[in-house]
């Protein structure tokens, strides 16, 4: 009993926690894999419209470009053209979701090993986006394909880098936070020691008593 693993004293876990716990680690491995794909899919769409377009294939291409009318206004003048078809994003969306895809795919294939940005610097990354849209908005100013792009850019990176890695640090800490304590024998002091061995003291019967006690009264 003594040589069991401290681990050997948790209690047994149902089919559905055993469930749980695998959605769980799967979820704390492969979210950011799950972002990356999503972001992926949104550029390939995108970049797919102009393509389908010019093989005349209308009934993917329309589909595809009302659907991401969603996340983009999709201006004619403020968007890229491919063999003379609209891309299915503005220039300053699609950079902002091209470089959001390219960051976290970096990042997880750093194994999201990455460090993060400080908040500060996260917000001097869209600080230009902010300036060239609110100029723009108000009629002070025109912007161009160039700064759409650069702007959009930074906008992607800077969340990427500030978002992915705050993320992952806090999942990381939700999942320790979460296992039972008998799972964590590194929660108790350095300084505790088991409890020692109990073992019985072998009885002594009335002969040999008496003849310790002979030897004693023969040694006096």
Not at 150 to 177: D, I, Y
Not at 181 to 189: D, V
Request: aromatic share 14%; hydrophobic share 45%; proline share 8%.
């Amino acid at each position: 009993m003594a040589t069991q693993p401290y681990h050997s004293q948790a209690p047994r876990q149902g089919g559905f926690h055993r469930i749980a716990d695998q959605m769980g680690d799967a979820m704390l491995t492969y979210w950011a894999h799950g972002v990356t794909v999503i972001l992926g899919l949104l550029v390939f769409a995108a970049i797919s419209v102009p393509f389908l377009s010019y093989f005349g294939l209308d009934a993917l291409s329309k589909p595809i470009f009302f659907t991401l009318h969603y996340v983009c206004a999709q201006i004619p003048s403020h968007s890229f053209y491919i063999f003379g078809h609209q891309l299915g994003m503005c220039a300053r969306n699609f950079s902002i979701y091209a470089s959001m895809f390219v960051g976290s795919l970096i990042f997880v294939l750093s194994k999201k090993r990455i460090p993060g940005i400080p908040w500060w610097l996260w917000g001097l990354m869209i600080l230009p986006i902010a300036f060239d849209g609110i100029t723009q908005m108000f009629g002070l100013r025109e912007s161009d394909w160039v700064l759409r792009l650069l702007t959009g850019t930074l906008f992607g990176l800077g969340n990427v880098w500030f978002a992915l890695p705050l993320m992952q640090k806090s999942l990381l800490e939700s999942a320790q936070q979460t296992i039972p304590h008998y799972y964590r024998p590194q929660s108790y002091p350095a300084t505790y020691t088991p409890a020692p061995v109990y073992q019985p003291v072998p009885a002594i019967s009335p002969i040999q008593t008496e003849q310790t006690a002979a030897k004693t009264d023969h040694a006096e």
